[in-house]
């Protein structure tokens, strides 16, 4: 049930995977942590694969769109991937879709960090 | 037609707690017989109820509980989620879909659950605030419904 993520480096772009509930507690901490710890590091071209993550509620709704203006707020980019049906949806719904940028597959999304960095 | 259900619980003010009421509003809606998709929508909103009773009104406090009700009447789903907070005035609560707010933090727990709920409604108690959410499985008219309430 708990929320894991995980960072890997490719072509200077930090992806983290996440697996699991980004939810009040554990899930959103997690998230927040990993995302403050890597802009701490200097990381700011940040990608989060969701492909794995079930569930979000209100609560990690809030966390990725703090995630997101904390990012650009450093002059960073973040970007989501691989949504799944269910969080695809809330975001329609909420009307962040189109705030966030989605990507659906990982070469095209760093193409897309590299393009907008040059 | 059959009787109607009811259960209770009192629940400590715990993420615990919310994560029971989740669990349970699953398994019964899908006694009520809602398919799967709509059973993610409840679930949803009776966690969006909880967190708001734990968080914002109870503050987890943990001499105050939450009172949790099922009822299962035909076709009909109800669910009340009662804390002993000082309460709110819901619509105070800004509208999260404005793009003033899209990119605030928090605010979004109300509008979903009435986007996965037919009916939410909320009262002001002497104890707390008590939110009320119905949903109906499709196909069923909700005024026969009202009519036995």
């Given amino acids: 049930m708990s929320m894991k993520a995980s960072t890997r480096q490719v072509d200077g772009i930090t992806i983290v995977d996440l697996s699991g509930r980004i939810t009040l507690g554990e899930g959103s901490v997690v998230l927040r942590d990993t995302v403050k710890d890597l802009l701490g590091k200097g990381q700011k071209k940040i990608l989060l694969n969701l492909g794995d993550v079930s569930y979000i509620d209100s609560s990690g709704i809030g966390e990725l769109v703090s995630a997101f203006t904390s990012v650009r707020n450093q002059g960073g980019e973040l970007k989501l991937l691989h949504l799944t049906k269910k969080v695809h949806d809330l975001l329609q719904i909420t009307k962040l879709y189109t705030v966030f940028d989605v990507k659906d ?10 393009k907008a960095n040059h | 037609m059959t009787a109607p259900q009811r259960v209770s619980y009192r629940l400590e003010s715990t993420l615990e707690s919310v994560n029971k009421a989740e669990e349970m509003a699953d398994q019964i809606a899908a006694q009520v017989g809602f398919d799967e998709d709509t059973r993610g929508g409840i679930s949803m909103a009776i966690r969006e ?101």
Avoid: C, W
């Fill in chain 1, 105 to 114: 597959d990982e070469a095209g999304a760093i193409t897309a960090f590299s």
């Fill in chain 2, 49 to 149: 109820a909880m967190i708001n009773a734990v968080l914002h009104g109870n503050k987890y406090d943990a001499g105050k509980r939450v009172n949790l009700t099922f009822e299962q009447k035909g076709p009909e789903m109800t669910v009340i989620v009662a804390d002993e907070g000082t309460g709110f005035v819901p619509e105070e609560v800004p509208n999260p879909l404005a793009p003033e707010n899209l990119l605030k933090q928090s605010g979004r727990g109300i509008f979903l659950m009435r986007t996965f709920m037919d009916e939410v409604r909320f009262r002001k108690s002497s104890s707390g605030t008590e939110i009320t959410l119905i949903k109906r499985l499709q196909g069923n008219d909700p005024d026969r419904q009202e009519a036995s309430t």
